[in-house]
């Protein structure tokens, strides 16, 4: 029951933490249609994924009020958690590790 799904880090005080986790709840997010707020890091930044990303709070509270007024694409939202799902990504390893 939610509008917009937040992951709202404290990459100031733990940068190398955040930027070491894998965005897992994005994509449960996306698979649900949900829009999604996150603070900024390299892995989504990476992914070049649909999330609206923040650097500060006042940016978080701007982006929240302009995120709950948009019309959202769910269908994008859906597509972009289908081709990050983790069947696709096993096959990236088995490929990467050259089997």
Request: proline share 4%; aromatic share 12%; with cysteine.
């Amino acid at each position: 029951h939610s509008n917009i799904g937040i992951i709202p880090f404290d990459r100031e005080n733990h940068k190398d933490l955040v930027d070491s986790i894998s965005p897992l709840k994005l994509l449960q997010y996306f698979a649900c249609g949900i829009p999604s707020l996150s603070v900024r890091w390299e892995q989504l930044e990476m992914m070049n994924s649909p999330v609206e990303m923040y650097d500060s709070s006042e940016e978080f509270i701007e982006k929240l009020r302009s995120l709950y007024q948009q019309n959202i694409e769910v269908n994008r939202l859906k597509s972009f958690a289908k081709q990050n799902d983790w069947s696709i990504r096993y096959d990236e390893i088995v490929k990467n590790l050259g089997f």
